[in-house]
């Protein structure tokens, strides 16, 4: 018996959710939220912001299946589909892939404490400044800080290259 929107047992006027019914849309829903009476906290929140992400990078959902319980149940077990596959591995940058993937982390733990650290770590992406998610070592951490200051770099380049001239000459 499902109650009608404007009835006194539920709906938007009264704020009021049916218990015992899964809430979300399968391919975005977080895996705590694919079972029955799943616990859900502000990293549920990060996994749907990462799925909504990742569809927009890839136009297709997290999660694959056939039907939406196929779907559920491989969101239960974890099973998206990887950034850092050879499909995407070209087309989405490594550092915004490993975010993205940390979002949709099966454990609730490893995503980002709040959609704010979430976007706390796609604004230092977008800034052109290694993610956490990604781990960068240090020819990234070099190809970064040239990428946001080239004109920097060539000056101390050609200045080292004047000067190990200079030392060869003499």
């Not at 970064?144 to 004109?151: E, K, S, T």
């Given at each position: 018996?499902?109650p009608?929107?404007?009835?006194?047992?539920?709906?938007?006027?009264?704020?009021a959710?049916?218990?015992?019914?899964?809430?979300?849309?399968?391919?975005?829903?977080?895996p705590?939220?694919?079972?029955?009476?799943g616990?859900?906290?502000?990293?549920t929140?990060?996994?749907?912001?990462?799925?909504?992400?990742?569809?927009?990078?890839t136009?297709?959902?997290?999660?694959?299946?056939?039907?939406?319980?196929?779907?559920?149940?491989?969101?239960?077990?974890?099973?998206?589909v990887?950034?850092?596959?050879?499909?995407?591995?070209?087309?989405?940058?490594?550092?915004?892939a490993?975010?993205?993937m940390?979002a949709?982390?099966?454990?609730?733990?490893?995503?980002?404490?709040?959609?704010?650290?979430?976007?706390q770590?796609?604004?230092?992406?977008?800034?052109?400044?290694?993610t956490?998610?990604?781990?960068?070592?240090?020819?990234?951490?070099?190809?970064?800080?040239?990428?946001?200051?080239?004109?920097?770099?060539?000056?101390?380049?050609?200045?080292?290259?004047?000067?190990?001239l200079?030392?060869?000459?003499?």
């Amino acid at each position: 018996d499902v109650p009608e929107w404007d009835s006194e047992e539920g709906g938007l006027e009264t704020g009021a959710t049916w218990s015992g019914r899964l809430k979300g849309s399968p391919g975005f829903m977080a895996p705590e939220q694919a079972v029955e009476g799943g616990r859900t906290t502000e990293q549920t929140d990060v996994y749907g912001l990462g799925a909504v992400l990742y569809y927009i990078l890839t136009g297709s959902l997290p999660i694959n299946g056939g039907n939406a319980n196929e779907v559920l149940e491989n969101t239960r077990r974890g099973k998206v589909v990887s950034l850092h596959s050879p499909r995407w591995h070209k087309r989405i940058p490594k550092g915004l892939a490993a975010v993205t993937m940390k979002a949709l982390s099966l454990d609730p733990a490893q995503r980002y404490g709040s959609a704010d650290d979430f976007r706390q770590e796609l604004t230092r992406y977008l800034h052109g400044f290694p993610t956490a998610a990604e781990n960068a070592g240090l020819l990234t951490i070099l190809r970064l800080f040239y990428r946001r200051n080239p004109i920097r770099c060539n000056i101390v380049l050609v200045a080292i290259m004047v000067i190990n001239l200079l030392i060869a000459i003499s």
